[in-house]
């Protein structure tokens, strides 16, 4: 159980998230002491043990934060305590902030979930689709197909736009990817974008769940129709607006490098050929899929603003149906969208317009349908629980050990709920 320093430092570090119409007319279910107490005991191990650097945690209920406690430290090379202000490489939790931004200019009819790709990015309309072939003699080469359908901005928030990560093994598309190199690079979206067109999708747009870089196009598509950066955008219309100081794409001050959390020496690789980046290091690719980084507290206000349906402190930055569009199910069987082997959502979530969304209760718990999130490859993640009116924060930076934590954390604290 949190001490009530470390409490009331959450208060503080996270004031004005509280919503005027945060769930008061809610009946929902409170913490047991005795659960949170094992959440705490759990992520003390995972510390004790070696596991990870530190971490924190934050629940926030009903506007408020319920738990919050701090763990281990941000580096084991220089052993500063881990705190509020510890800066978190955010990754893939970069991906929700750039689909709020699209969604932004949808609701200005500036942009349409039906729109083809290729109306803002022309390179789009010549890509092929490319189909593996296997010979009588058994030899299996690459064939190009036109697409039957054109990559729609829908399919990029959804990731059916036929755009993976790559990976060597993966067959021949994949191992196109991963050739490319793409992760290590540092070019701006525009040469990102172009040099990803380069490329055969890796299957017809809007028939497989397979994910990758389709939300890199995305940020593209935010700066061609908003005449800036993305991160120009995002601090105009989002960031700054919200008090998100801190969440940028690389760490600019050096007085700031010794607030950058770390994972451990030996657990620096995404997979064996990215390392984590260094993000002191100046970069120019704004990448809306994976590149931000920010605190815990930047994040809270963005997680409130989307459990309030879109308004935080008196501004509204997205009307309530479009959150609710956002946090719906958009890869469901009438959809007939097939799921990819590592079709990360998991079977009792499907996949909205830049989360995983619950559709379905996993056995021997009771957790809410509805309930919407995502993660980091660098092993932060944030759900948001509508019945509950709860959001929950963990941030911590290792790559190998995320998934299973995620898992144990989620258990332990819907456990709290007697849930």
Request: overall charge neutral; aromatic content about 10%; cysteine-free.
């Amino acid at each position: 159980m949190p001490g009530r320093r470390a409490f009331i430092a959450a208060l503080l570090l996270l004031v004005g998230a509280a919503s005027a119409q945060a769930g008061s007319e809610r009946a929902t279910r409170n913490f047991s002491p005795g659960g949170l107490t094992k959440v705490s005991d759990y992520i003390r191990n995972e510390v004790a043990t070696g596991k990870i650097p530190g971490a924190i945690l934050l629940l926030q209920q009903h506007g408020k934060p319920v738990y919050y406690e701090t763990f281990g430290v941000r580096d084991v090379a220089t052993e500063i305590s881990m705190s509020a202000d510890t800066i978190f490489r955010l990754y893939s939790m970069s991906k929700p902030v750039t689909s709020v931004m699209a969604m932004m200019l949808i609701e200005e009819g500036k942009l349409s979930l039906d729109d083809p790709v290729a109306n803002y990015i022309p390179a789009f309309a010549d890509m092929k689709v490319g189909v593996e072939k296997k010979a009588e003699d058994g030899k299996v080469s690459l064939a190009l197909e036109p697409p039957a359908q054109p990559v729609t901005i829908k399919d990029l928030l959804r990731h059916t736009a036929g755009l993976p990560y790559g990976s060597s093994g993966g067959g021949a598309v994949r191992e196109l990817y991963a050739a490319a190199n793409l992760f290590n690079g540092d070019v701006s979206n525009t040469d990102f974008v172009a040099k990803l067109a380069t490329l055969p999708l890796a299957e017809q747009p809007g028939t497989l769940w397979d994910y990758g870089f389709a939300t890199d196009v995305l940020g593209r598509v935010v700066e061609i129709i908003s005449g800036k950066t993305l991160l120009q955008f995002e601090k105009e219309r989002l960031l700054d607006p919200l008090g998100m100081t801190e969440t940028a794409f690389f760490v600019t001050a050096p007085a700031k490098f010794s607030r950058i959390a770390e994972p451990m020496p030996n657990d620096r690789n995404i997979n064996p050929t990215t390392p984590v980046r260094d993000v002191r290091r100046p970069a120019i690719w704004q990448s809306g899929g994976a590149g931000m980084v920010g605190t815990v507290g930047d994040y809270a206000r963005f997680a409130q603003m989307l459990l309030n349906g879109g308004t935080y402190d008196g501004r509204r930055y997205l009307k309530a149906e479009t959150i609710a569009l956002m946090a719906s199910d958009h890869v469901g069987p009438e959809t007939r969208i097939a799921r990819d082997h590592g079709y990360y959502p998991g079977g009792s979530s499907g996949f909205g317009l830049g989360f995983a969304v619950r559709t379905s209760v996993p056995p021997g718990t009771s957790w809410p349908l509805g309930e919407y999130r995502w993660d980091g490859v660098g092993g932060t993640f944030f759900f948001i629980d509508p019945e509950d009116d709860l959001f929950g924060i963990f941030m911590a930076q290792t790559p190998s050990q995320r998934g299973r934590i995620q898992l144990a954390l989620k258990t332990l604290i819907y456990q709290a709920m007697g849930r």
